[in-house]
């Protein structure tokens, strides 16, 4: 499941194509992509036949959120892809582009990868890549036309046209609004998230997993973490030190560069970057898939348990239970 390195990886790979482009067409092939889509005038997750999560959608709501959702991207111009956490966007400009005169973005287009979306450039002409859902072709000024492909296995992911809402500073799309800023975000708070994280009770790792506290943070990025900072993952976060929350953070932003550099994690082979190339870091990981192996640093056995409907993988012999 893309994390924030792979989704940042994704963000940057779509800048130098997006940024000034111009929407020419929009075909939605499969409407189940636009499941947190919500029509000019329609209240969310009011559409008929609309079942958890919008994963069924009566024929009839599911062509008329394509329409809208195809009407509202034409001719438009994007602007520069954003990202919080595992959330991007990119800001809807307007028709003519962005120019000192033109008012600020009030929409974006938000994508959301879910278990498997991928965001794929290719030449207008090149083959289908399976399970496309949603196709957008653009015409950039330097690059000319491409094809901007959503594809999504599994379904869990989407995208939308959502509003920007102030986020102090800069704006975000209101279903991104609840979660905390990233660690690789220049406006994150570490005194906060340091406070926050030694005032709770519950364990170091479902803490890191918490959107509300840090975004971004999900069980591969957070068993990594955890191994780097030695920190079992049960630990309570009120029995941190100080200095052990700080170093905390430090190993979480370290395993986020690294993983960046390398093109972030293709563990489940659904992640992919907007070439359709896989990331290498899967290769570096130290704990999480690792069971039964010995920790690259101690020789100890590297554990799985049950986490939350999937696995932990940590050292019991370096990340001891405090
Ligand atoms: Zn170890």
Not at 158 to 186: C, F, N, W
Not at 251 to 262: D, G, N, P, S, T
Request: aromatic fraction near 6%; charge should be neutral; glycine fraction near 10%.
């Amino acid at each position: 499941m893309p994390e924030l390195p792979e989704v940042e990886v994704v963000r940057a790979g779509l800048a130098p194509a997006v940024t000034g482009a111009r929407v020419i067409a929009v075909e939605v092939m499969d409407p189940r992509a636009l499941k947190r889509h919500t029509p000019l005038g329609e209240v969310p997750g009011s559409a008929p036949g609309e079942g958890g999560h919008g994963r069924t959608l009566s024929t009839e709501a599911g062509r008329s959120r394509a329409a809208d959702f195809e009407r509202r991207m034409t001719g438009r111009v994007l602007a520069a892809p954003l990202r919080r956490g595992k959330f991007m966007w990119i800001p809807i400009a307007g028709e003519s582009g962005p120019a000192s005169s033109a008012p600020e973005p009030t929409t974006a287009l938000l994508a959301h990868l879910g278990m498997s979306g991928q965001m794929l450039l290719r030449a207008t002409d090149a083959a289908d890549d399976r399970h496309v859902r949603i196709r957008t072709w653009i015409e950039h000024p330097e690059h000319g036309e491409l094809r901007l492909d959503f594809s999504d296995q599994r379904l869990f992911g989407s995208l939308a046209i959502d509003d920007l809402v102030d986020a102090a500073p800069g704006t975000i799309p209101a279903q991104a609004a609840h979660i905390a800023r990233d660690p690789l975000d220049e406006h994150f708070d570490d005194e906060a998230f340091v406070a926050a994280i030694r005032a709770r009770s519950i364990g170091a790792k479902k803490l890191l997993l918490e959107q509300r506290l840090v975004s971004g943070v999900g069980n591969i990025y957070a068993d990594e973490t955890l191994w780097r900072a030695r920190v079992h993952p049960d630990t309570p976060g009120a029995s941190l030190s100080q200095r052990g929350a700080v170093t905390l953070l430090h190993h979480m932003r370290e395993v986020f560069a690294q993983a960046l550099a390398e093109g972030g994690t293709s563990f489940d082979e659904q992640y992919v970057n907007v070439n359709g190339q896989a990331g290498y870091f899967a290769h570096s990981l130290n704990a999480y898939g690792r069971g039964g192996e010995a920790c690259p640093r101690c020789g100890g056995l590297i554990k799985r348990v049950p986490f939350a409907g999937r696995s932990s993988h940590f050292c019991p012999k370096c990340q001891r239970k405090r």
